[in-house]
């Protein structure tokens, strides 16, 4: 998958659609880690505790070993979150860290990896950033595996192919199916929920109802939306159990 922009973006007379952009907008990782030094959770457990006393959140820095100039900042959350006992926070993932030593039932570290970042930086750029710091932090990585990614696809096509007409078109085992709308105008649809789903949605009417991501109009090469055309997102939301039936570990 790439995220270039493409050189020329306005549609040819009689193209149907163009790929504007294609790659994966969501990734969350389960890590398992031993950690041979407990230097830096002893440091974020001090974090932790000064945020609980002043409610704010507490800064930190970790700096990986092949390089330090590009230290991770990130924020201490005053609590845990889903049984973690650290929460750490930054404009590029989330990592929630648990309070045990050696791998077990549950991962020792789950990362959530921000949109931006894994547009700007690579998925495999983001990962191997993750497991710098990691290392870096006294950890040894046992293994990495992807938890749940979301996969997707911009496309620039002319406004009338997607109507909510669309729906009559789908063939679909899905329990679940949805149209949305905003502003009494058609936006997407949505198709299942469980451990695989997907939706279909106008992009730029996501980014200026919710979302506020601007920089993808810089990944599509457009300065806006040309006249007479949508930017459809098809995106595919993949949990661990999909991937894992699929044969990814």
């Not at 969350?28 to 006393?53: H, N, P, T, Y």
């Not at 959140?57 to 900042?73: I, Q, R, T």
């Not at 930054?90 to 959530?112: N, Q």
């Not at 990944?219 to 993949?238: M, S, T, Y």
Request: proline share 6%; aromatic share 6%; hydrophobic share 40%.
């Amino acid at each position: 998958m790439t995220n270039s922009p493409p050189s020329n973006v306005k549609l040819l007379p009689g193209e149907p659609a163009r790929v504007l952009a294609s790659g994966i907008d969501s990734l969350v990782l389960a890590i398992d880690v031993r950690w041979i030094s407990k230097a830096f959770i002893g440091e974020i457990d001090v974090l932790k505790l000064k945020a609980q006393i002043s409610h704010e959140d507490e800064p930190g820095l970790l700096a990986p070993k092949d390089d330090p100039d590009n230290p991770w900042h990130f924020l201490v959350k005053p609590h845990g979150k889903s049984g973690y006992a650290w929460m750490l926070s930054s404009k590029e993932f989330t990592l929630k860290i648990g309070d045990w030593t050696e791998p077990g039932s549950r991962p020792s570290v789950m990362a959530e990896i921000r949109s931006e970042s894994l547009w700007h930086l690579s998925p495999r750029g983001c990962v191997d950033r993750i497991c710098a710091l990691l290392e870096a932090a006294g950890g040894e990585i046992d293994i990495v595996k992807v938890s749940r990614a979301d996969l997707c696809c911009d496309v620039l096509l002319p406004s009338e192919q997607f109507t909510e007409q669309l729906r009559a078109s789908l063939v679909t085992r899905a329990h679940y199916l949805a149209n949305h709308e905003h502003r009494g105008v058609f936006s997407g649809l949505s198709i299942g929920k469980s451990r695989m789903s997907a939706r279909l949605y106008d992009k730029p009417i996501e980014i200026a109802a919710s979302s506020g991501k601007v920089w993808m109009f810089d990944i599509w090469g457009l300065d806006e939306i040309p006249e007479g055309c949508r930017i459809v997102r098809v995106e595919f939301q993949a949990r661990r159990e999909a991937i894992k039936s699929l044969g990814i570990n």
